[in-house]
């Protein structure tokens, strides 16, 4: 009995293992590979084994390493912090990761703009971009009236702007 023979024989037995598992196709592609390989560098102990103990232990073999992988998983999942979960989240509520990560490339650098302003201005776009305070709150915790704090805020922006353009060389529309 040879290693190929196995493979032909028992492939869609241990894919279908692992995807009944994994719900994953790829995965479950991986894995079935993995499981070969295992069969084959372990080949000389079970050589002298009848086929349906070869067959026993493949199938075994497809489970343990399965269950590796679910446990990976879960760990991975385990150990993200709720930042982490919320940026999984936003991952797939939208479109792609690429834009994701645009997205939070683009925050930080309004962020870095926004920190480098002087006051008020920096206070004022901090509340109300970043920490998305309303105009109320912010107006009464910096003891400034609503419409003085409209001007702040409509300076605010149009310094945040000129310092954008100049930032990505002009490139920046509305």
């Known amino acids: 009995m040879s290693i190929d023979y196995?493979?032909?024989k028992y492939s869609k037995l241990v894919y279908k293992i692992c995807y009944d598992m994994l719900?994953?196709?790829?995965?479950?592609?991986?894995?079935?590979?993995?499981?070969?390989?295992?069969?084959?560098?372990n080949f000389d102990r079970y050589g002298i084994l009848e086929e349906n103990e070869i067959k026993n232990i493949i199938c075994k073999i497809a489970l343990n390493k399965c269950k590796d992988v679910l446990k990976s998983k879960a760990k991975k999942l385990e150990n993200m912090t709720m930042d982490g979960v919320?940026?999984?989240?936003n991952f797939i509520d939208h479109d792609s990761v690429e834009q994701e990560v645009i997205k939070i490339e683009n925050k930080k650098m309004i962020q870095?703009?926004?920190?480098?302003?002087?006051?008020?201005?920096k206070e004022i776009l901090n509340d109300y971009y970043i920490e998305e305070y309303?105009?109320?709150?912010?107006?009464?915790k910096m003891n400034v009236t609503k419409g003085t704090l409209k001007m702040q805020l409509y300076r605010g922006k149009k310094i945040l702007k000129e310092k954008l353009e100049e930032f990505k060389g002009g490139d920046y529309y509305d």
Do not use: M
């Open 112 to 121: 870095e703009l926004i920190n480098s302003l002087k006051h008020p201005y």
């Open 134 to 140: 309303s105009l109320d709150n912010i107006a009464s």
């Open 86 to 89: 919320l940026v999984l989240e």
């Open 23 to 41: 719900k994953n196709a790829l995965d479950a592609e991986d894995i079935t590979q993995e499981v070969y390989v295992s069969l084959y560098l």
């Open 6 to 8: 196995l493979v032909e």
